[in-house]
């Protein structure tokens, strides 16, 4: 029986001619991956281990971006321990303010992560790098303490279903619609414990970023990580941002999947997942008016440029509703850079809207952003659940930059169309 | 080992933001998370758990973020195990590492109620509860996995190795 391409690429790291679905293996990690939550429970975790090392100080990176710059004291006194961390180990992929970011928009972006490689990292939406054609995915502290350490993390193979994606996205409709469209059809345990591997001619048709967002929630289906081919475009991706060699795995054509499902991107529309669960999933056009407070455009799941350009046409000499807060945060600072030099951000300023530094501050209700109760918001996020965004009483609907944009001009969820664009 | 104590019931898809919400996430104490466990969903969880209590719910739980201040939360408010139909992967995995006992029973996430008195024997897999007088075969720890969970997680279990 052939593999999936996620398990070639674990066999190859577990020094295995084969595996199968189920089968418990140890692979080599190329890079292990922290953040200024995770990071602190990791390192104080590897000072209680024998091994005082870290296993490669050029496969670990470490990126302060939730409560930066730092939100409080107690998130300085974090932040502290990360960095102290990464000077006494000499971490080369250590990112201070300035030049941080999104972790999982920065370390792409950085040429970090190829196709071919196998990464954890302490932060759920690793499993964006898939988008690349590698196998990441997301741990908790504990397991990126012993892959410091060691590098090496013990996996349980797993199982695939695949997307067959045929077809071309209408205009307006990006990768947050066909996601946001594939948890509203298989749940958010939908593709639990399993692969999420992308297949089909209809990938062509969709830019780096689309992929990025597609492959970035794929955990928000319960899946171990989502998975792309590797294609001319991500090639040219990669030479663009990466001096390291990158290695193409390709599912064989008699690999098994618990699952086959056929999606023709011609036909999906604009998307909103309502509170709170992101598989609460409508179409734009079948709701009624939803009033809304505010609006997030950013996170690691779109908070690149694709996205910035696309709120940026919509809103681009249109002013925000009165009442409304509109907050626009660009993912890493090379990001927000090219916003800026597009003139993207002065777009954004004169509609009315604030322009953050990069952080995933509201994302994850940190700050930067935090609903009163029964306040709603539009957030190109990746979570809408239960007070993720501030007081337990506080709405989120997950949508798309275009329908984020859009909603922002008329103060309810609306899509680029229902403003004449 | 066994555990035994009184039910926190929930239903499907019990996140981690609601099980330790971020704005408490400036803080990796377990004994400060522990103040907040469950506060989103169930405000007098903490007031009320004893230790030894077990959580029960119904699919997938523990899903959305890797916080691994989720089980250290649960596991510092003195829950002693939680059952569940599901779990999300990476909440699995957390628990284990850190040495929260954590079972897969749908017939027993499905029939125990809030309050019901119950006790788990983790060697054999078999969950009792003592309240109805029922009894499910839960499933039991891989030999590897009942190690790093009486060693209280997986660096003291690497360590012993």
């Known amino acids: 029986m052939g593999m999936t391409m996620t398990q070639k690429i674990l066999a190859a790291h577990a020094g295995l001619d084969e595996v199968k679905a189920g089968q418990l293996i140890e692979a080599d990690l190329d890079l292990v991956l922290g953040n200024d939550i995770t990071s602190p429970v990791a390192i104080h975790e590897m000072e209680k281990m024998t091994v005082k090392t870290v296993f490669d100080k050029d496969k670990i990176a470490l990126v302060p971006d939730h409560f930066v710059p730092n939100k409080d004291i107690k998130s300085a006194e974090h932040c502290k321990c990360v960095r102290e961390f990464a000077m006494k180990h000499d971490i080369t992929n250590y990112f201070e303010v300035g030049q941080m970011g ?31 054609g590698a196998f990441s995915t997301g741990v908790g502290s504990t397991d990126m303490a012993a892959g410091m350490a060691t590098g090496k993390a013990w996996f349980k193979v797993p199982s695939a279903i695949q997307f067959v994606l045929t077809g071309k996205l209408n205009q307006w409709v990006s990768g947050k619609d066909v996601i946001l469209h594939i948890i509203g059809m298989i749940g958010v345990d939908g ?67 618990d699952r086959v499902i056929e999606i023709d991107l011609s036909t999906i ?10 598989e609460n999933t409508h179409t734009v056009d079948s709701i009624d008016d939803i009033v809304i407070n505010q609006v997030v455009i950013g996170s690691c799941t779109n908070g690149r440029l694709d996205d910035l350009r696309c709120a940026a046409k919509i809103l681009e000499g249109k002013k925000v ?101 | 080992m066994k555990a035994e104590g ?129 009894s499910f075969q839960g499933q039991a720890f891989p030999e590897f996995m009942q190690k790093i969970i009486k060693a209280e997680g997986l660096v003291n279990y690497i360590n012993e190795k």
């Open chain 1, 191 to 257: 593709a639990l414990y399993q692969s999420m591997e992308f297949t089909g001619d209809g990938i062509a048709n969709l830019s780096m970023d689309d992929r990025f967002t597609i492959a970035n929630m794929a955990i928000e289906a319960g899946a171990k990580n989502g998975i792309f081919p590797v294609d001319d475009l991500a090639r040219q991706y990669m030479n663009e941002h990466s001096k390291r060699p990158f290695k193409e795995y390709a599912a064989d054509e008699d690999a098994e999947y």
């Open chain 1, 102 to 132: 999104i972790e999982h928009a920065l370390l792409p972006e950085q040429g970090l992560t190829v196709a071919g490689d196998v990464i954890i990292g302490a932060d759920s939406h690793t499993c964006t790098y898939g988008a690349l």
């Open chain 2, 6 to 134: 009184k039910v926190f019931k929930y239903g499907d898809n019990v996140d981690t933001d609601v099980i330790i919400p971020a704005r408490y996430l400036n803080s990796s104490d377990p004994k400060e998370l522990a103040l907040h466990c469950m506060e989103d969903i169930d405000k007098d969880f903490i007031k009320n758990v004893k230790k030894g209590d077990i959580i029960v719910a119904n699919k997938n739980f523990g899903c959305g973020s890797s916080r691994e201040h989720a089980p250290i939360s649960i596991k510092a408010s003195g829950v002693s195990c939680v059952i569940a139909e599901t779990f999300a992967r990476i909440f699995y995995r957390n628990a284990i590492n850190i040495g929260l006992p954590i079972i897969e029973c749908p017939d027993a996430a499905k029939a125990i109620a809030n309050g019901d008195d119950v006790c788990v024997d983790f060697d054999s897999g078999i969950i009792t509860d003592k309240t109805t007088g029922q």
């Open chain 1, 321 to 421: 509703a009165k009442g409304l807060r509109v907050i626009v945060i660009p993912a890493t600072q090379a990001i927000y850079l090219k916003a800026i030099e597009e003139g993207l951000v002065q777009i954004f300023i004169n509609a009315g809207a604030v322009v953050s530094t990069p952080t995933c501050g509201p994302c994850l209700g940190g700050y930067m952003g935090i609903l009163a109760e029964g306040e709603r918001c539009v957030s190109t996020t990746n979570r809408n659940f239960v007070g993720r965004m501030g007081h337990v009483n506080s709405e989120i609907y997950l949508a798309s930059p275009a329908v984020a944009a859009a909603s922002a001009v008329t103060g309810k969820i609306s899509q680029p169309v229902d403003i004449g664009m």
């Open chain 1, 269 to 278: 529309k604009p998307t909103v997942s309502f509170p709170h669960l992101p």
